[in-house]
């Protein structure tokens, strides 16, 4: 049960697939509520194709009541490969398609640090080192 007291549907799924064979009854004790929530819960289960009634009725302190079983999951694949659905490949077609226009580009990554590019400055090999002092440091003897 939920800290607020908020029993949901999908706790009831998982305790009738863990219960595999229940009443409403042991439902609603293992969800720790009353015997209304839990036959709605079963009323739910049947209906969503869940659980099935296997057509015994056990008899307890709450009057007879159907004995209800989980339907479990068919056989199958447990996991899914990861790739292109065969429905959507399309094999052999991008190999004898022409290539036409030009490649896409990628933008250029300017440097992220401050003073790399800056607007009006020239940039490249042409670009004097600054000393801070002017041409007297580039004059020769």
Known sequence: MLAGGT????EARRWARWLD???ASDLAGVLGCDSELGARFVRALLWHGICFDTGSVIE???GPEPVIAYVPLPPGPKEHATGTPPELATPGVYSEA????LPVGT???RSS???TWRPGRRQGPGKKPSG???REQFEGP
């Open 7 to 10: 029993i949901t549907y999908a």
């Open 60 to 62: 307890n302190g709450h």
């Open 113 to 115: 640090t401050p003073g």
């Open 98 to 101: 022409p290539k036409r226009g």
């Open 21 to 23: 064979e229940f009443c």
């Open 107 to 109: 933008p250029r990554r």
């Open 132 to 134: 801070g002092k002017g």
